[in-house]
């Protein structure tokens, strides 16, 4: 423990203020989904897919060779019967048609010796992908200040009658969760890679900070699940590829801070009730007021998205990257990136 004599209590005092004054920014977390159309689209006469399990780097778990095939199934069949895209996944066990047979004998299929071309049942494509998992854990020190320490200050005179105020140390931790993805697409009647999409996606969490006073240690557990967060970061990679070649739907989750504006806190305040048009001329005033404040522009832009205008969406989000360097920021300008011009209206 560390010992802090009477300018401690300054810091008491200070400390307990800032946690009674209640002063806070707005926040809103905001979901929404729209519908993009494909880049390339599926090769012609490509009517079915076979989806192989996805091979796993050496240090993640075998768990995921399986679930990022199943994520590719279900939104590929998402696309079949709500969009009308023309195409099934087939059973590994129906087969027939014809690959190389370096990509048979890679996935364990080879229906031929030597090097002749193998025979795959029943499929006119075939994806194959690569997962590769990291999982990262930073631990990270805090001061909280023990008042316990402080029991039998104020008995001698103004001066506090000389008692010290001890701080102690508490443990909090940072993660960051990576997952590298590569899905190719590959043509069996005319033996060729039709699509490949490649990928990085990182989440980062952390323990919520000790309190100023009497804070306690924060362990992992405290943290939300991992396997959710990655499913997502996978699920993020798949959508990516698959809406490359068939329509499919976008799930966005955005977190939303007010700079502290009017405006701003008025915006979010809008965005959190799903009321975006008016949540967009709240953040358009509070930039008319200061063009720097990158939380506007951050929440303008995803009134903009939730709304279905791509473009503007990403102006906004570039220009709140002017302002900040943030990992939500960035993501959500890649996003767009990719998106932009293909977002179905109405849909």
């Known amino acids: 423990m560390r010992r802090m004599t009477n300018c401690g209590f300054a810091l008491l005092g200070l400390a307990l203020v800032t946690i009674g ?12 989904s729209y519908v993009v159309d494909p880049v390339k689209g599926l090769p012609p006469g490509l009517d079915t897919i076979y989806i192989a399990p996805a091979n796993v780097g050496p240090n993640t778990d075998p768990q995921w060779s399986d679930l990022t095939a199943t994520v590719l199934k279900n939104l590929i069949q998402e696309s079949r019967d709500s969009f009308g895209t023309q195409v099934a996944v087939t059973d590994r066990r129906d087969t027939e048609g014809t690959m190389a047979e370096a990509d048979l004998k890679a996935a364990g299929m080879s229906s031929q010796q ?11 494509g075939r994806i194959m992908s690569n997962v590769n998992i990291k999982v990262d854990v930073q631990e990270r020190k805090d001061q909280t200040l023990d008042i316990t320490s402080i029991g039998g200050w104020g008995g001698h005179g103004a001066g506090g009658g000389g008692a010290d ?30 699509d490949l999409k490649a990928g990085t996606y990182t989440a980062t969490d952390e323990t919520a900070p000790a309190s100023p006073v009497y804070g306690s240690s924060r362990g992992l ?20 590829f698959v809406s490359g070649l068939m329509a499919c739907r976008i799930n966005v989750t955005a977190h939303v801070k007010s700079s502290g504006s009017k405006e701003c806190n008025n915006g979010v305040k809008m965005l959190r009730g799903g ?29 903009c998205e939730a709304m279905g205008d791509g473009e503007q969406a990403l102006k906004y989000y570039r220009q709140a990257l002017t302002g900040e360097q943030n990992a939500e920021y960035a993501g959500a300008r890649s996003r767009l990136e990719a998106y932009a011009t ?4 109405g849909a």
């Open 114 to 124: 030597g090097g002749a071309p193998g025979m795959l049942e029943a499929a006119d």
């Open 165 to 194: 105020m001890q701080t102690r140390e508490v443990t909090g931790y940072q993660r960051t969760m990576t997952v590298q993805t590569e899905f190719k697409l590959l043509d069996n009647t005319n033996n060729r890679v039709w």
């Open 275 to 303: 009321f975006y048009r008016e949540a967009l001329a709240s953040f358009q005033a509070a930039l008319a007021e200061k063009p720097g404040d990158h939380r506007a522009a951050y929440g303008a832009g995803v009134a």
């Open 21 to 32: 004054s209640g002063c806070s920014s707005e926040l809103a977390r905001v979901e929404f």
């Open 221 to 240: 557990g405290d943290l939300p699940a991992a396997d959710r967060i990655i499913a997502s970061l996978v699920d993020q990679g798949a959508r990516e």
């Open 342 to 345: 293909r977002i179905r209206k």
